[in-house]
């Protein structure tokens, strides 16, 4: 069968087993080999205790509608997990490796994140050829972060796994001297450890580094790199309080506003020894790293909203007709909005302009005086056209130059603009609801 076909089956049937002896019903089981056994000895075994499907790669298997036939069984597994893998395009893969702390740091960094989103991580220590694609497969699409340990003591190991994971975030926790025999020196181990930074920095990910690690801060360079250590250039910062029982430490983030070395936080960890420090650092950087962009996309979400509001009810709409283009603001008028809104108008750099604009209303005695106000500063301004519609204008007495037209009713308005038939002026229609001045709109 081959690899489409088969993850179709694994859609019908995502409980993956590599051991005969616990195989959940419905599951999948994997006929894996070992140095002292095969796998395929086991699959009638594995169908006994519940498995709906086996996969093995022997010649003589026995025919049975439940066992998958490929050509060699590990890769089906891993070409099985990176196909899962590229199905969840939503989901970040942070995978984390190193000679010393990977584990712990591995579930520091799913302790954080987990206080916020849902997040599968590599259980014990399946950081293998094996483990990856096993941990892969247990991936939902309600997963927002996958935590990957990757284990090498061979070169290309770690680039290998990074292509079944397509990891888009990484963390080398440190560089030491171990499995010097697979590796074959201490150059060969850092160039094995940052076969991570190499694929990352290929894709355009993003990686976290220590600063205070000079090899891992060299290796680096050219990459995408948040850093977190003791310097002040990291954008988690940390310093040591005490280790002489459980450690303890302090630690800010450079994002925030603080005064010169001041701390943001305290914590006092159930770890035992400071070699835990850059552990604790690279969980607390890649929690707060991940807060910092789901903070930046509410804000982006945000934004979008209030730029797709689009105001209805002739409230500040602009509308750009056959002739003209309009400023409809004919919800509510009173000598504030009224002023706002010419201010604004006379602002705009644009020609020929002209007003329309409609009484305010419920001002009582104050009607007269700021009428003729409004009128005073109508004349003085460059408005190249002025139309006034309502009692209140019309009561004022001698306001028609040129440029300016009075009307007592709207109708009356609507009767001289359908005849006028104005065209290529940017206008402004601002009057209280009762005016009705929107009526004017299909006449422009």
């Given at each position: ?129 094996i483990g990856v694609p096993l941990t892969l497969l ?130 006092k960890t159930q770890l035992v020894g400071n070699y ?169």
């Amino acid at each position: 069968m081959n690899i489409v076909k088969l993850y179709f089956v694994f859609l019908q049937h995502p409980i993956i087993t590599i051991d005969s002896r616990d195989c959940p019903a419905g599951s999948i089981f994997f006929a894996l080999k070992g140095e002292k056994f095969d796998g395929n000895d086991f699959i009638k075994q594995a169908l006994r205790n519940g498995a709906a499907f086996a996969v093995g790669d022997r010649a003589d298997l026995p025919k049975d509608k439940r066992i998958i036939r490929v050509d060699n069984v590990l890769k089906s597994l891993q070409d099985l997990a990176y196909i899962h893998r590229k199905q969840q395009k939503n989901i970040d893969v942070i995978a984390i490796t190193g000679t010393n702390g990977k584990t712990t740091t591995k579930e520091l960094v799913a302790a954080a994140l987990s206080t916020r989103y849902p997040v599968l991580f590599t259980e014990g220590n399946l950081n293998n050829h094996i483990g990856v694609p096993l941990t892969l497969l247990r991936l939902k699409p309600e997963h927002r972060f996958a935590i990957i340990e990757m284990g090498a003591n061979h070169p290309g190991e770690i680039r290998d796994l990074c292509r079944i994971a397509e990891p888009n975030y990484g963390l080398i926790t440190n560089v030491g001297k171990a499995h010097l025999e697979g590796f074959g020196s201490f150059e060969g181990v850092v160039r094995a450890k940052t076969e991570l930074y190499d694929y990352i920095r290929e894709k355009g990910g993003t990686i976290f580094v220590n600063t205070d690690n000079p090899i891992l801060k060299d290796r680096s360079e050219n990459t995408e790199r948040i850093f977190y250590g003791t310097s002040r250039e990291a954008f988690v910062q940390g310093r040591i309080i005490d280790s002489e029982d459980y450690l303890e430490l302090e630690w800010r983030n450079s994002c925030y506003p603080v005064f010169d070395e001041e701390f943001q936080f305290r914590v006092k960890t159930q770890l035992v020894g400071n070699y835990n420090f850059e552990n604790v650092l690279a969980a607390v950087c890649i929690a707060e790293f991940f807060n910092n962009i789901e903070a930046l996309r509410a804000t982006a979400r945000q934004n979008n909203a209030i730029a797709d509001y689009a105001p209805a009810n002739n409230r500040s709409q602009s509308l750009k007709t056959e002739r003209n283009t309009l400023i409809i603001d004919a919800y509510n008028a009173n000598p504030s909005s009224m002023q706002v809104a010419l201010d604004n108008f006379l602002s705009l750099k644009i020609s020929p302009k002209m007003v329309i604009i409609g009484e305010m209303k419920e001002l009582g005695e104050y009607a007269p005086e700021e009428h003729r106000k409004l009128v005073e500063r109508l004349k003085e301004s460059a408005i190249d056209k002025v139309i006034l519609c309502g009692e209140n204008f019309s009561n004022i007495g001698s306001i028609t130059p040129n440029r300016m037209v009075v009307f007592r009713h709207t109708q009356e308005l609507l009767n001289y603009l359908q005849s006028e038939k104005f065209s290529g002026f940017y206008i402004l229609i601002k009057g209280s609801r009762a005016n009705q001045l929107e009526k004017a709109i299909e006449f422009l």
